[in-house]
C-alpha cells in the first residue's frame, strides 16, 4: 500500500503531461486510484462524503490529508482554497450538464424543456463558451521585421539632397577649415579619406599625451 502521508502529485502530473509514456512508481499508481476514487465518490455522493470514505479503513487518510488529496484529484482530472480556478469551473459545468441530461431524459411538459435550457446556457457559462475567443495574432507579427539601413534618400522615397547647395553653403560658413572638411564630409559632399582621417586621429593622440 502507498504511503499516503506523501504526495505523489507531481510525478502523476508529470507522467500524465507526458502522455502516460513513462513508467511510474507502484507507489504512484496507487495513489493515482485513490485520487480517481474521489472524483467518482464526489460525482455520486459528493465531496464531503468521498473526503470521509478514504478516511476510512483499508486507506485510513488522515482528514487534513484527504482533504488535500481531494484538491489534487480535482486539479489532475480538471486541468485558490487549493483548487485551480478554471478545473473548478469545468467540475461544475460537468455536474450542470449531467443535472440537465437527467431533465431532457424525464421532462413531460413545456416547463421542463424550459429548465433544460436554462441548466445548460448555466453549464455553458460555467465552462467560459459564453464568452468569445481572444483574435488570433495574424502569422506575420511573430516574425522578426526586416530592417534595412541606408543613407540613399530614395530607399524611403525622400528626395536626393542638393550636393552643390549643401557643399555652396557650407564653404560660406564662417568656420575652420577642417570643420567646413568634416561636414561636408557627414553630407555626404566630399568622400571619407579614412587614411587621412586616422592619420589626423594618430596625431591628435600623440599631441594629447
Known amino acids: 500500500m502507498a504511503d499516503f502521508k506523501r504526495s505523489y502529485f507531481d510525478e502523476l502530473q508529470d507522467h500524465i503531461q507526458g502522455g502516460s509514456k513513462d513508467k511510474i512508481s507502484e507507489e504512484a499508481e496507487q495513489y493515482l486510484d485513490v485520487l480517481y476514487l474521489l472524483i467518482n465518490l464526489r460525482r455520486k455522493y459528493g465531496k464531503e462524503n468521498a473526503i470521509a470514505f478514504i478516511q476510512r479503513p483499508p486507506f485510513g487518510i488522515?482528514?487534513?490529508?484527504?482533504?488535500?488529496?481531494?484538491?489534487?484529484?480535482?486539479?489532475?482530472?480538471?486541468?485558490?482554497?487549493?483548487?485551480?480556478?478554471?478545473?473548478?469551473?469545468?467540475?461544475?459545468?460537468?455536474?450542470?450538464f449531467k443535472a440537465a441530461q437527467v431533465v431532457l431524459l424525464t421532462a413531460k411538459s413545456a416547463?421542463?424543456?424550459?429548465?433544460?435550457?436554462?441548466?445548460?446556457?448555466?453549464?455553458?457559462?460555467?465552462?467560459?463558451?459564453?464568452?468569445?475567443?481572444?483574435?488570433?495574432?495574424?502569422?506575420?507579427?511573430?516574425?522578426?521585421?526586416?530592417?534595412?539601413?541606408?543613407?540613399?534618400?530614395?530607399?524611403?522615397?525622400?528626395?536626393?539632397?542638393?550636393?552643390?547647395?549643401?557643399?555652396?553653403?557650407?564653404?560660406?560658413?564662417?568656420i575652420p577649415e577642417d570643420e567646413k572638411t568634416r561636414l561636408r564630409r557627414d553630407a555626404q559632399v566630399e568622400d571619407v579619406d579614412f587614411i587621412e582621417m586616422f592619420d589626423e586621429q594618430e596625431k591628435k593622440t600623440r599631441s594629447e599625451a
Request: net charge negative; no cysteine; glycine share 4%.
Open 111 to 174: 416547463k421542463d424543456m424550459e429548465i433544460y435550457g436554462k441548466l445548460m446556457m448555466q453549464g455553458r457559462e460555467a465552462k467560459g463558451l459564453d464568452k468569445e475567443e481572444a483574435p488570433k495574432l495574424p502569422e506575420e507579427f511573430y516574425k522578426k521585421p526586416i530592417k534595412v539601413y541606408s543613407l540613399d534618400p530614395a530607399a524611403i522615397k525622400l528626395e536626393a539632397a542638393d550636393r552643390d547647395a549643401l557643399a555652396a553653403r557650407i564653404d560660406s560658413m564662417d
Open 62 to 96: 488522515n482528514y487534513r490529508r484527504a482533504r488535500l488529496m481531494f484538491d489534487e484529484a480535482v486539479n489532475l482530472f480538471y486541468t485558490d482554497d487549493g483548487i485551480d480556478r478554471q478545473a473548478m469551473n469545468n467540475m461544475i459545468a460537468e455536474d450542470i
